[in-house]
């Protein structure tokens, strides 16, 4: 498996396709990479450069759970430094949920590294906002104040990340567990401060203020419903809006899995969509 020691951590990270304009996708939740390889192949075939990466503290890269800023914040740094590893700006930044979340939070951080945004299943809304504190840091506070990194490390988001990763295990053990919970109820912290809607933390001013050509196809389930797909359409300057055959769901959260139908689409979508870019940018 390739890794890249990017900013303390050694990052895994994949990359399909021989030459062609760069396109950085980045997976949603705290999930590896793994859902979108075949995904990555499609779009790699018709001409283009796909890199997929396991952010810190996901997949099988290094845990450290370590930082000042924003956990995604510090994900968006660290994708910027192996894109210049990479020699792969600038380049297209696309994902869905969490990832096109933090798409956007990277092209207002390095935005002279990005060609143009690829939105898929847009986070937002109170319900949203209501389960995903939980998912992403509550739980895992309450498991190390109950049993120490011991517990934390018998959850099955951590079991997952010791198994891709077993020196992650060596990493947590070592932890001091009030540290851990000191890092983590600061990032929920982070995390809560930002509004619900349209887009769960990011402002509706930041997306007024993105200038690169931006593509959004719409969510189908009640994290992503596709009225914050709409929302964050009609917010983002000249942004393109492409709806799947698809409706919402009454359903608190659909795999990316789900969408495999769609993946041969959604390629073809997405190829014109940076080829037409790539082509005015010559122009």
Excluded at 29 to 52: S, T
Excluded at 159 to 171: G, K
């Amino acid at each position: 498996m390739p890794f890249l020691h990017i900013r303390d951590v050694q990052i895994h990270y994949r990359v399909f396709g021989e030459s062609g304009p760069w396109l950085a996708l980045i997976t949603g939740g705290r999930r590896g990479f793994n859902e979108f390889i075949a995904f990555a192949e499609k779009i790699a075939a018709k001409g283009f450069r796909v890199l997929l990466h396991d952010r810190r503290n996901t997949g099988a890269s290094d845990v450290l759970i370590a930082g000042d800023d924003g956990e995604e914040e510090i994900w968006a740094d660290d994708l910027a430094v192996l894109l210049e590893q990479l020699q792969a700006t600038p380049a297209f930044i696309g994902g869905t949920s969490s990832g096109a979340r933090l798409s956007m939070l990277f092209n207002q951080r390095h935005p002279a590294a990005v060609q143009g945004l690829l939105l898929m299943r847009i986070t937002g809304g109170d319900f949203a906002a209501g389960r995903l504190p939980e998912m992403y840091y509550q739980q895992f506070i309450r498991a190390a104040q109950e049993g120490g990194m011991q517990a934390v490390c018998a959850t099955e988001q951590y079991r997952e990340r010791i198994q891709a990763n077993p020196n992650n295990l060596t990493r947590l053990m070592a932890m001091d567990p009030a540290e851990y919970i000191r890092v983590m109820s600061h990032w929920l912290s982070i995390f809560l401060k930002g509004p619900r809607k349209p887009v769960l933390g990011m402002e509706d001013d930041v997306m007024r203020a993105i200038r690169v050509p931006t593509i959004v196809v719409p969510g189908n389930d009640k994290t992503h419903a596709s009225v914050n797909g709409h929302a964050a359409h009609a917010l983002i300057p000249n942004s393109i809006l492409y709806e799947l055959p698809i409706q919402d769901q009454d359903v608190p959260l659909l795999p990316f899995s789900d969408w495999a139908p769609h993946e041969a689409t959604l390629a073809d979508v997405f190829a014109n969509f940076m080829n037409q870019v790539s082509q005015d940018a010559r122009t």
